[in-house]
């Protein structure tokens, strides 16, 4: 039973528009989200991440937006471009003093801008 | 940001022999690391927490004597996948997070791809 889910598998989108990907939850444990850039044959990169307590979070061409009540979070990436192309996870997390709990991954979805 | 190194970014083995991969954070020390393997297409799967000082905490389905964790010190934890075969062919993730900093991201290392033939 998948914990995270990423329904769309890949996305195609031009140059300069919005990307926009989602994530659904089902754990209501979860209190912490992330997500991850990952090319071929490298580690995941963080992008940005939101606590429980905030529907949004902002960092230059990327937002996260967090619906708690729907169990579903959304990264916004305007303007695309084509550097951005990449498989992106979504990740979830709950909260321990020591933060050292695992994340648990979506599967991931391959965006890829066409310029 | 923290750092964590993961060492050999690729290996070929022959079936039957053992392969370590070792993971370090640089400038942190991880009282937990954690082991993800990720297959084609598919997501990233938690396979143990690698706790230092004591044994490592297994998922479901992951066999322990295969894939064996040794968390000798706070910056280094070792995954050793033993008498490999082709199906433990995939790409092996090791990440961290920083305790000093509570709640915050983790950090991956650069991955192994490991090829048994």
Not at chain 2, 67 to 75: E, G, K, P, Y
């Amino acid at each position: 039973d998948q914990q995270v889910k990423q329904n769309s598998p890949s996305l195609s989108v031009q140059e300069g528009r919005i990307s926009i990907l989602n994530c659904d939850y089902t754990n209501s444990m979860f209190d912490y989200f992330l997500w991850y850039k990952k090319y071929p044959a490298e580690g995941p990169t963080f992008l940005i991440s939101i606590s429980s307590i905030k529907d949004k979070n902002e960092d230059g061409r990327f937002t996260v937006f967090l619906n708690k009540s729907a169990k579903h979070l959304s990264l916004h990436i305007v303007p695309s471009q084509p550097g951005d192309s990449a498989v992106y996870f979504c990740a979830a997390s709950d909260f321990t003093v020591s933060g050292n709990t695992p994340l648990v991954f979506g599967k991931g979805t391959r965006l890829s801008v066409i310029a | 940001g923290a750092v964590v190194s993961q060492h050999p970014s690729r290996v070929i083995c022959k079936s039957g022999t053992s392969v370590k991969i070792e993971c370090r954070s640089l400038d942190f020390q991880a009282t937990t690391m954690f082991w993800y393997r990720q297959f084609p297409k598919k997501s990233l799967m938690l396979m143990a927490t690698s706790n230092e000082g004591s044994k490592a905490t297994y998922e479901q389905g992951v066999e322990k004597d295969k894939f064996l964790i040794n968390h000798a010190s706070l910056t280094l934890s070792t995954l050793t996948v033993t008498s490999a075969h082709p199906e433990d062919s995939s790409f092996y993730i090791c990440s961290a997070r920083d305790p000093g900093q509570g709640l915050t991201e983790a950090f991956f290392g650069q991955g192994t791809r490991l090829t048994v033939v």
